[in-house]
């Protein structure tokens, strides 16, 4: 059963969790074997119309109004391989003075983000892409109604250099039982500036970036994309609230479609200039404990997969980046970065 064990060395803790290995994984030499028969094809694909019942049982859904109630547009249902689990008990044990363990306890959910297999978020209608947000939301703040779970990891894996094990279109939402050490890290160095100038370091970052403009991607009313100063990765960006927000939980529905509207414009540019990349996208937001400080503010990280993390970047924690975000948000801007959308899934 998955369990966690503390790391004495990082002071973080490890999930272990046997059932990952028995995923089904997409490969595309496999696939171009196989044909249209292969692993990954719709006729296969747990996540296509007509295989629901693939999946464990469904959590919540958005389904199309058109009177039967049956056509689903988005959907939630449990990861069939979780990394934690529900039923899995949280409190500690010790096996030794320096070996502490807990049991798996949390969840791990799988939001469907089309019916259609090869679908791309950022050429959805408007609408659609609303959906997801407002469904991600919303499983969120039904997760942390659980007191046992300490942190909401929302994620996107898109192509296999981002780990992603089945093409269709998904996000996956884990709840924690215990802060990972990269958060606690964060909040640290936010509450430390707080305290030392009595304003909000995203508040700040985001002020002197507006000013500078230049690595601002796109703004609208609600939001900002931007490429960090120190971007970690290649074409890293974030899109950050203008709200002081520091948990997602405090998202509002009139922020949803400038959500919408801000990511679309985000991803398509990334699509079209990098001829669709590997990536990965999380949200990064507030603990339990820590939703309604005021030193952190949420936010969205998409981290293009274009360069392999290799023994620097292991052994020293430092990240190398081979492109400067002022060059990387230069050439989004200039580029004339179109892709048509879809038709309406409601049609």
């Not at 990952?20 to 006729?43: C, I, K, M, Q």
């Not at 249902?77 to 070996?99: C, M, Y």
């Not at 969120?140 to 089945?166: P, W």
């Not at 993390?309 to 230069?330: D, H, Q, R, W």
Request: with cysteine.
């Amino acid at each position: 059963m998955p369990h966690l064990r503390f790391d004495q060395t990082t002071a973080d803790w490890v999930v272990f969790a046997p059932l990952r290995n028995l995923r089904p994984h997409t490969r595309s030499a496999e696939v171009s074997n196989r044909g249209a028969a292969g692993v990954d094809a719709p006729s296969n694909c747990p996540f296509c119309p007509g295989n629901e019942g693939m999946t464990p049982h469904e959590i919540d859904a958005v389904r199309a109004q058109d009177g039967t109630g049956t056509n689903w547009l988005v959907r939630v249902v449990p990861n069939k391989f979780p990394a934690l689990q529900i039923e899995e008990d949280n409190r500690q044990t010790q096996k030794g003075d320096l070996f502490r363990q807990m049991g798996g306890c949390g969840a791990h959910e799988v939001l469907i983000e089309s019916p259609q297999h090869d679908a791309f978020l950022g050429s959805e209608p408007i609408d659609h892409v609303c959906h997801v947000i407002r469904m991600l939301h919303s499983r969120y703040c039904d997760l942390m109604r659980d007191t046992r779970f300490q942190t909401i990891v929302i994620f996107k894996n898109h192509g296999e250099g981002a780990g992603t094990s089945l093409q269709h279109p998904h996000w996956q939402i884990i709840a924690t039982p215990v802060v990972p050490r990269m958060f606690r890290h964060q909040y640290i160095e936010a509450t430390d500036y707080f305290d030392r100038t009595g304003h909000s370091l995203y508040e700040a970052l985001l002020d002197e970036e507006l000013k500078r403009n230049e690595r601002v991607i796109v703004t609208n009313d609600e939001f900002v994309a931007l490429m960090p100063f120190a971007s970690h990765l290649p074409f890293e960006t974030w899109v950050i609230p203008r709200r002081q927000q520091a948990s997602f939980r405090s998202f509002q529905e009139s922020q949803i479609e400038p959500l919408a509207h801000i990511l679309q414009e985000i991803l398509i540019k990334l699509y079209v200039g990098l001829e669709d990349p590997d990536f990965n996208l999380t949200v990064d937001t507030a603990s339990r404990g820590d939703e309604d400080e005021p030193f952190f503010r949420w936010h969205i990280r998409i981290l293009p997969r274009l360069t392999t993390t290799a023994g620097f970047e292991l052994g020293s924690g430092m990240s190398i980046n081979t492109v400067l975000p002022e060059e990387a948000a230069k050439f989004l801007k200039g580029g004339n970065h179109t892709l048509q959308q879809s038709d309406s899934h409601e049609n």
